[in-house]
């Protein structure tokens, strides 16, 4: 196995602190027009339960921050959905320990692809943003191709871009239906990225990592390459 395939958002990038720093620019950006006592730390629990880790649309977002009862002044959804996309991707934080993850597979003999659903715009601001052009041999973007995760369209279409078979390759995401099952379904080995989503409750938990740190040991344990046994994740 030779491949690795990753998700961006919620894998890569650490969509929870990022959102939790655009509270406190929001605050100051906002503030004359804002009523009195508010606090950043309000802010960012909110953001993020509006936002629904990258989930949500930026027009219902926008409009659900619009009548938060937090304005002497309200701004518009539209002028909150700019001013939104306008910060978050060009200042998205990584995952901890995203460049010693990476540059690790790389010293493994993986070659790496990034396969995203979101707008080409946002998506490229944040691969920009993290510096991810250089591990990563191909990019794909869902908007840019015309098909998004878990579609299986988008999956070989990375394939074909990367020349390998989704038997060469492990894929990993924080996404049980987006990432692992769509996945798997067409002979990938699956990775599950825990920490936003519930497994389902039906399915037999597949290998799966916390954090980018205990990646690369759990890589090498489903394939031949380090010390580990070789083992696909179970098929759904």
Known sequence: MRYAFFDLDNTLTDRRATVSAYA??????FRDGLKDGILSDY????????????????????????????????????????????????????????????????????SLCLVTNGQSKNQRDKIKRLS???????????????????????????????????????????????????????????IWFEGLHDWPEHLGKPPSNRNLGELCSLVRDLTSKGKGRENHAPRL
């Open 132 to 190: 991810l052009e250089k591990y990563f041999k191909k990019i794909v973007i869902s908007e840019e191709i015309g098909f998004k995760k878990p579609d299986s369209r988008i999956f070989e279409y990375a394939l074909s871009e990367m020349d390998c078979a989704a038997e060469e390759a492990i894929f990993i995401g924080d996404h049980p239906v987006n990432d692992y099952i769509g996945s798997t379904e067409l002979g990938f080995t699956g």
């Open 43 to 110: 802010l960012s629990a909110i953001f993020n339960e509006l936002d629904r880790g990258g989930y949500e649309t930026h027009a219902v977002r926008s409009e659900s921050i619009a009548r938060l009862d937090i304005w002497d002044k309200a701004k518009t959804a539209s002028e909150l959905s700019a001013h939104w996309q306008n910060w978050v991707p060009k200042n998205s934080l990584p995952m901890n320990g995203l460049d010693e993850c990476l540059n690790e597979l790389i010293d493994m003999e993986f």
């Open 24 to 29: 406190d620019y929001f605050l100051e950006a």
